[in-house]
């Protein structure tokens, strides 16, 4: 087994490449940490080469490209205080699109809200996940920790929101916004149809030209004294809502 011991190494320095949104684009791969999602991606068969310190290696004896690495290459690849010390290079699968319930998220910033957001998603049945391209990175070392490998089993997309929004409604889909302003709070959703969610920027909501797409915006009842939810937290009650019929 091979053993890396300096983070000169020239496949360390393309491992931290990974780090940057720019190179995992042009290279179509990503860098994961943590055993729990390293496994999860051999699990999806997604994984090129894993990187571990001596005393996780027997974890991962039976992948054949499993690097041995010392505490201080590990503390290089890892964007935490405290390595992990299991990393893996992963490959960028994108699934095809599902027959189901769709996410819409238009220009989310932050990584803790995007995590919570894919955990709700994989866990009440929106299995398609379509990202304006100014949307924080999924890719980024806190969302994948936050989403702990759920991506895999769904489908997410950056993309042209106006483009993919007419497409949807194309093929029957119920689109809904979740503006402030002009909310119906009780739109009605039949059984029968697709829905796409679209959450908008923490600070700014949806962009009017894809508010303009939707067919009904759909208003949470919260109390008075409560000015509004966090985009992650309202995601997640309303998906569960379509997800059980409320």
């Known amino acids: ?111 803790g809200n995007l995590g919570t957001l894919i955990r709700s998603a994989a866990a009440f049945g929106f299995k398609n996940i379509l990202c304006s391209h100014d949307t924080v990175n999924l890719y980024s070392g806190k969302v994948l920790r936050a989403i702990q490998g759920q991506h895999f089993s769904l489908h997410i997309k950056y993309c042209d929101l106006v483009r993919t929004l007419k497409d949807l409604k194309e093929q029957d889909f119920l689109v809904l916004g ?28 949806v962009r009017p030209e894809i508010s303009e797409l939707c067919e009904a915006n759909i208003l949470l009842e919260i109390e008075a004294q409560v000015e509004s939810l966090n985009v992650a937290i309202a995601g997640s009650i309303l998906m569960y809502l379509i997800k059980f019929g409320k």
Request: hydrophobic content about 40%; aromatic content about 6%; proline content about 1%.
């Open 178 to 205: 979740t503006n402030l302003q002009g909310g119906n709070s009780q739109p009605v959703i039949s059984k029968n149809r697709k829905v796409a969610i679209v959450l908008g920027n923490e600070g700014q909501g």
């Open 1 to 111: 087994m091979e053993k890396i011991t300096s983070v000169k190494n020239q496949i360390i320095i393309g491992a931290c490449e990974l780090k940057n949104r720019a190179e995992q684009i042009a290279q179509q791969k990503y860098l994961v940490e943590g055993v729990n999602i390293v496994v999860e991606a051999l699990k999806n068969q997604v994984v090129e080469t894993i990187f571990a310190t001596k005393k996780h290696l027997a974890t991962f004896k039976d992948f054949k490209n499993c690097i041995e690495i010392t505490d201080n290459v590990a503390a290089k690849l890892t964007d935490l205080k405290l390595s992990q010390e299991v990393f893996a290079v992963c490959r960028i699968k994108t699934n095809d699109f599902y027959s189901a319930h769709t996410l819409v998220i238009d220009g989310v910033q932050d990584p």
